[in-house]
């Protein structure tokens, strides 16, 4: 019962590296987010794919790039990191429409930039 | 654009006490709308999902009811517990699937 599944659970990185966050998913959903959340606030949405071979942005893009691999993988690559990208990700699935497609979250990765 | 809003930002109730959760959209054309719960740095559970044509779901102590038309939803927990304690957001999902967080909740539950 892996569900939604994480790499790294932590990271820190030095100002201008690089790094990419893995998410894969094995419930044979289409549709795959990543979210940043800061101190006291909601869910922020950076990318998000409906469907392999889309991509879009969601309210909080600059920065950020994404790969939807194959229907599992959805990947977020940070190319030159930055104090204000410290944060926690959280990668999350769901299917198509609105019949029975809850959300699945993956258990998030601890991002701190110095 | 979708726009979720949560108030309050937090709450505190003493034990035994009904919880009252409130999450209001701007667009009411949603697929669906998911309850969640998060514990201080950990990920988040799903408490209840309700489709778009449905008008409230329950499970246990918990009830969810939706108006799509006025865009808002409710979460009821009865009989609050310090266990309850935690932040609860909501979600839409909408045009395209994509999914839109409120900002939140956090519940205070004092025994």
């Known amino acids: 019962n892996a569900g939604v599944t994480q790499t790294p659970k932590f990271q820190v990185l030095k100002t201008g590296q690089s790094m990419t966050l893995q998410c894969a998913q094995d419930?044979?959903?289409?549709?795959m987010y990543w979210y940043r959340q800061d101190p006291g606030m909601g869910l922020r949405l950076i990318y998000y794919?409906?469907?392999?071979?889309?991509?879009d942005k969601g309210e909080v893009p600059n920065g950020y790039n994404v790969s939807r691999l194959n229907k599992r993988e959805f990947s977020l690559r940070l190319e030159s990191a930055a104090p204000s990208q410290t944060s926690v990700y959280f990668c999350?699935?769901?299917?198509?429409?609105?019949?029975?497609?809850?959300?699945?979250f993956g258990q998030g990765t601890r991002l701190t930039v110095v | 654009k979708q726009e979720v809003t949560q108030i309050p930002a937090a709450l505190s109730v003493p034990e035994g006490e009904n919880l009252v959760l409130n999450c209001s959209f701007t667009?009411?054309?949603?697929?669906?709308l998911q309850w969640f719960r998060q514990d201080p740095g950990k990920g988040l559970t799903s408490l209840l999902l309700?489709?778009?044509?449905?008008r409230e779901q329950t499970s246990g102590r918990l009830n969810a009811s939706l108006d799509k038309s006025s865009g808002r939803s409710t979460l009821y927990i009865a009989a609050s517990q310090p266990g309850d304690s935690a932040t609860y957001l909501c979600?839409?999902?909408?045009?395209?699937?994509?999914?839109?967080f409120g900002g939140g909740t956090r519940v205070l539950v004092k025994p």
């Open positions: 999350a699935s769901t299917d198509l429409g609105g019949m029975n497609t809850e959300a699945f």
């Open positions: 419930m044979n959903h289409n549709s």
């Open positions: 794919s409906a469907s392999e071979g889309t991509t």
């Open positions: 667009d009411s054309a949603i697929y669906n």
């Open positions: 309700i489709q778009s044509s449905q």
């Open positions: 979600a839409v999902k909408a045009a395209g699937n994509k999914l839109t």
